[in-house]
């Protein structure tokens, strides 16, 4: 089956430094990714839609310029989280499908960011 | 808008007992429907998803979900817990049937105790 992976999968940084996490589609290309982020015990919340060659699709309430997403390639999104504050900290999760998003999305593993 | 509850944060069961996962959703527009099984420090996987091909949808692992529109709900069920059922279930709701952009319920955790 299709595979999506995230790199790094735990990061710890200091507060106000930037950290960037991959998101990668091993098996597939994928020109649509989505990045959610998972608070503790609570639900995953949508943040934007990636799509390849063009601007990120941010979703109400979502800074786009702390939380910047590059899709420069079919096979590979990034999120980079700037001047990253403690309350940033949390499990961010990227999918990718198949046909430009009209299948299936399947989720990387997931990175856990703890910002000191 | 399209919303997903879940109800019960936290449901425990015996080993070879029943599973039942409650869910409940709000849309305006047909909706389709997902079941997501997260183990500790991993990914989402999908178990099981409803088209709108047929109300009662089997997935994976011997669960299945099945969709009653005057209820709006969309229960998740396996007639026989299993220990390695234990993990976080995840509801969701799309307006497509890709599941892209999905609405997360917030998620029911499965204890299974021998």
């Known amino acids: 089956g299709a595979v999506v992976s995230q790199h790094p999968s735990w990061v710890i940084c200091k507060s106000g430094t930037s950290v960037k996490i991959e998101c990668r589609s091993l098996?597939?290309?994928?020109?649509?990714m989505f990045w959610y982020r998972q608070f503790p015990k609570q639900s995953l919340m949508l943040m934007a839609t990636?799509?390849?060659?063009?601007?990120?699709?941010?979703e109400q309430g979502v800074e786009k310029d702390k939380f910047l997403i590059n899709h420069a390639s079919l096979t590979l999104s990034t999120l980079t989280v700037t001047s990253a504050h403690p309350e940033d900290s949390s499990f961010y999760i990227c999918?990718?499908?198949?046909?430009?998003?009209?299948?299936?999305?399947?989720f990387g593993p997931g990175t856990r960011l703890t910002v000191l | 808008a399209q919303s997903v509850t879940q109800l019960g944060s936290h449901v425990s069961v015996s080993e070879g007992a029943l599973v039942l996962l409650r869910c409940n959703y709000s849309?305006?527009?047909?909706?389709?429907l997902f079941w997501y099984v997260q183990y500790p420090n991993q990914g989402l996987q999908l178990l099981l998803k409803?088209?709108?091909?047929?109300?009662l949808v089997k997935g994976i692992n011997g669960f299945e979900a099945e969709f009653k529109k005057s209820e709006t709900s969309f229960h998740l069920t396996k007639p026989s817990a299993h220990m390695s059922d234990a993990a976080e279930y995840f509801c969701?709701?799309?307006?497509?049937?890709?599941?892209?952009?999905?609405?997360f319920g917030k998620g029911t955790t499965l204890s299974v105790s021998s």
């Open positions: 999918s990718a499908g198949l046909a430009g998003g009209q299948d299936t999305q399947y």
């Open positions: 098996d597939f290309q994928a020109t649509t």
């Open positions: 990636s799509n390849e060659g063009s601007k990120a699709t941010y």
């Open positions: 849309s305006s527009v047909p909706p389709y």
């Open positions: 409803y088209t709108s091909a047929a109300t």
């Open positions: 969701a709701v799309s307006e497509n049937q890709a599941g892209t952009a999905l609405i």
